[in-house]
C-alpha cells in the first residue's frame, strides 16, 4: 500500500505570483492546482475565512479562488471584509460554488466585490484560461511598479515628497520649527498652512523619547536618529489634530542635508485609524464566532488551558457541558440554512442567559455548544445536573422564525476535571462522549462521563493511533470475492474487500475500522487508495486472462458526496489503461437516502462515463421507490439477511422473489449475497437470479489465491 500523506509545503519562489485557494475540502484544493499546475505561480490554500483573513495580513495574492458555502465566515462575508482592507481591496477574487446558478446568487457576489463566478463542477479550461488573465494582469502592474521604483532611484532630495504623495508631510528644521507642510497634512490635522508654519512640531506629535520628563525636538528620538543621518520608522506613533484628539500614525522621517549640514528632517505620515479599526475586526473574527458572537472554539480551548492550570493549582474541579442539538439538520433541509442560522442564533441567546456570569460559552460546530463552569462550587446554588435541567427546558420551548415555529432540544454530556482527563484534549473527548451517550438515549436528556466511557476513549484513541500507523506503514490489503455468473457459468466479477493486518497481529473486521476512518476523515484518502489498487490489480489480470473479471469497488458515504468522484474514477481508469467496465462502484441503500438528489447526480455522472453501479444490501427498508425508478444503476445486490433465512421464513422467500422480479424487470442484474449451502442456490437457480456471491462458492482471498475459474 502506498503511504497517504500530504507533502510538505515548499517555499514560495518570491519571483512568482501567489494564488490563494479558499474552499473548506481539500480534495478541492488538489483539483484546482492540478487544473493550474503549469502556471509559472505559488499557490497558497485556506479551508476557512478565518485563515484568509490572516494570511492576506502577511502574503500579497495575484487572484483569490474563493468558495462561497464554507462553514463559520462563508464566501461573501470574506470578501467584504477584503474589500474594507487597502492592501486587498483591489486583489481579484472570483467565487467557486456548487450552489445553484441563479442571477440572485451571482449579483451578490459582484455586490460583495466579486470579478468573476464560477460554478461546480469546475470546467478546467474556463478557470485556467480566467486566472491566466489575472497573473498577466499581476505581472503588468509588477513590471510598471519595478519601472516606478527605478525612477524613483533617480530622483534628488524631492524623492521623499514624490514618493508621499498623498501622505501628510511635514518639513521641520533643526530647532523643531515646522517650515513647510501639504495639503494632505491640513486636511488629517484639521489646521491651515498658515499655522502649521512657524509652529513648533511638538503640538502635533507625541514626541519618542528614552529620557524621564517631557520630551523636546533636541532630546527626541527622531531627532538623534535624524543628526546621525539615520531614517527614523515608527510604526504606531500618536499624532494630534486641531481638536487636541489624539491618533494612530505610520511615520517616516528622513533627515536632509545640505553639502553635509543637517539641513532640517521632513516627516511623511499617515492616519491609521481605519486600518487600526480593521485588523481590530479581524482579531475579534479570530476569537468569536461570527454567526452567534460566542467564543470559537480555538479561544475556547485556550480558556480551558488556562482553567486547567488554576485548576491544578489550586486543587479545586471544574466542570463541562457539550450540547449537541437534536435533529438539526433537518431544520436546515425543512426550512433552509437561513433558517437553520437564526435558530443557532436564538439557542446561543438562550444558553447565555440560563448560564451564569463567569461561566464560558462557546460554539465548537455547527450546532454545537460547550459550556466551562469554574465558579459553580463555590456559589453552593446549583450544580452541573441542575444546569443541564434548566438548559433543557430553556432550549427545547418553540422558537418562532420567519413564520415558522420550530422545536427543537438538546443531548448534553457533562464531564469533571481532573476525573474525566488529565489534559484539555482528553476532558474534551470525555464530555463529547457523554454527549453522545445522551443521543444514544434518545435526545433530549444530558448524560455524566463514567469509568466505562473513558474506557471506551482510550480504546477508541488506541484504534485511532493504530490506523494512522497502518495508514503509514502499509497494513492494508484487498481481499477478492468472486461472484458467479450462473447462465454463463464463470467468474465475471469480483467485490474488493478492504482487510487490514496489524504489525502486532491482531485482527479487526471492516465493520470496526471502517467507521473509525469515517469519523477520523480518513475514508476519502483510503477509498481513493482502494480504487487505485483494484485498477493496479484489472491491469495484471488482463495480462494473465483472456476473460479478467469486473471489480466491484464500495464507496464510502463520505466519497459519494464527492462532486468530483467521478472523475478521480476516470482517471485511474486511464492510468492504468483500462476500459471503463474494468471497475463497478457499489453504493448502499442507506447512503443514497441521506441525500438522494445528490445521489443521483454522482451516479448519473459514473452511468455517463461508462462505469456501472450496484445497490448493496437492497431491501434493508431505507429504499423508496419512487427514487428507485430515477437511479442510474445496473445491479442490484440482495441483502445476506433475506439469503441467510430462505428455506426458513416464508415472507424472506417472498422478498426475495420481488426483488429479482422487480430487478428483471427493470432490466437490472441480481446478484445474492451470502449464499452458503445447497438449499439457497437451488432456490436462486430457480428463481433465475443473475449471480451468488458468498461461502458456497469462494470466500474472500487475496489476489493471489482468488478462485476466478469455475
Known sequence: ???????????????????????????????????????????????????????????KYAVILLD?????????????????????????????????????????GYEVGAVDYLFKPINAHTLHSKVQVFLELEQQRTKLLQSFHDIQALENKNRLLLKSIGEGILGVDTHGQITYTNPATEKVLGVSENTLVGADVAEFICLPTSLAGNATWENCKIFEHCAKGYTYRDSYGLFKDSDNRMFPAE????????????FGVVIAFQDISQKRSIEEQLSRLSQFDTLTGLVNRSTFEK????????????????????????????????????????????????????????????????????????????????????LAEHLLGHLSGAYLIRGHEIYIGPSIGIARFPGAGEDSVSVLRAVELAMYRAKKQGGQNFQFFTEELHLQALASLELEQKLRAAIEHQEFALFYQPQWDILNNRVNKVEALLRWFPADGSRLG?????????????????GEWVVEQACRQAQKWRAEYPN??????????????????????????????????????????????????????ILNAFQRLGISVAIDDFGTGYSSFSYLVHLPIDTLKIDREFIRKLGEDDKCEMVVRAIISLAHNMHLKVVAEGVETEQQLAFLLEQKCDYIQGYYFAKPASAAEVRLEV
Do not use: W
Not at 467521478?566 to 437516502?593: C, H, N, R, S, W
Open 303 to 386: 480558556h480551558l488551558q488556562q482553567a486547567i492550570k488554576r485548576s491544578l493549582r489550586h486543587d479545586r474541579e471544574f466542570s463541562l457541558l457539550h450540547l449537541d442539538l437534536d435533529h438539526f439538520k433537518q431544520v436546515n433541509d425543512q426550512f433552509g440554512h437561513e433558517v437553520g442560522d437564526i435558530l443557532l442564533q436564538e439557542v446561543g441567546h438562550r444558553i447565555v442567559k440560563t448560564v451564569s456570569d463567569g461561566d464560558i460559552v462557546a460554539r465548537v460546530g455547527g450546532d454545537e455548544f460547550v459550556i466551562l463552569l469554574e465558579n459553580f462550587i463555590e456559589q453552593h446554588v446549583r450544580n452541573e445536573a441542575v
Open 68 to 108: 462561497v458555502m464554507m462553514p463559520g465566515i462563508d464566501g461573501f462575508e470574506t470578501a467584504s471584509l477584503l474589500r474594507m482592507n487597502d492592501e486587498t481591496k483591489h486583489t481579484p477574487i472570483i467565487f467557486i460554488t456548487a450552489a445553484d446558478h441563479t442571477e440572485a446568487l451571482e449579483f451578490k
Open 1 to 59: 500500500m502506498e503511504a497517504i500523506q500530504q507533502s510538505p509545503l515548499q517555499q514560495d519562489d518570491l519571483t512568482k505570483p501567489t494564488i490563494l485557494i479558499v474552499d473548506d475540502r481539500p480534495e478541492n484544493h488538489r483539483v484546482v492546482k492540478k487544473i493550474l499546475s503549469d502556471m509559472n505561480a505559488n499557490f497558497h490554500s485556506a479551508e476557512s475565512g478565518h485563515e484568509v483573513l490572516s494570511l492576506v495580513l502577511r502574503h
Open 548 to 601: 479478467p473479471p469486473c471489480i466491484a469497488v464500495n464507496l464510502s458515504m463520505d466519497q459519494l458526496q464527492r462532486e468530483e468522484l467521478p472523475e478521480v474514477v476516470f482517471y485511474l481508469l486511464q492510468k492504468y489503461q483500462l476500459p471503463a467496465d474494468a471497475i463497478e462502484v457499489e453504493v448502499t441503500e442507506g447512503m443514497m437516502m441521506q441525500n438522494p438528489q445528490q445521489a443521483i447526480e
Open 510 to 526: 471492516p465493520d470496526v475500522f471502517i467507521p473509525k476512518l469515517e469519523e477520523m476523515g480518513m475514508i476519502n484518502k483510503v
Open 251 to 262: 511615520f517616516i522621517a528622513t533627515p536632509i542635508y545640505e553639502n553635509k549640514t543637517l
